[in-house]
């Protein structure tokens, strides 16, 4: 069974950083992307960052954290962190990162695996 923890939230002043982590286990798995989501209160699941597993590519970020937000991993460790510049009050939500098994659009949702959750709150 493939588990997935988030680390590395917390609360932050806007314009500060934050540095998100995810770590898998579960024994091995053949994977296509890890991912990160977030979800605000009242609000739907919003796709942030993606990258690809095995190949290459560049990530794909959404246009809403584009130049603040990168995401990267380190396939030895088994890891994908996200690390976010220039946080907003509006970044305030609780941050998923996702596994993807299958070859498909990595902005979508359909993701196989989600990790429980880290909050981030971002004060004004």
């Known amino acids: 069974q493939v588990q997935l923890v988030e680390s590395g939230g917390g609360l932050v002043q806007a314009g500060g950083s934050l540095r998100l982590s995810c770590a898998a286990s579960g024994g091995t798995f053949n994977r296509y992307a890890m991912g990160w989501f977030r979800q605000a209160p009242g609000k739907e699941r919003e796709f942030l960052a993606a990258?690809?597993?095995?190949?290459?590519?560049?990530?794909y970020y959404a246009d809403s954290v584009k130049g603040r937000f990168t995401i990267s991993r380190d396939n030895a460790k088994n890891t994908v962190t996200l690390q976010m510049n220039l946080l907003k009050p509006e970044d305030t939500a609780v941050y998923y990162c996702a596994v993807r098994l299958r070859i498909g659009s990595l902005d979508s949702g359909d993701y196989d695996y989600w990790g429980q959750g880290t909050q981030v709150t971002v004060s004004s």
């Open positions: 990258i690809r597993w095995w190949s290459g590519g560049n990530p």
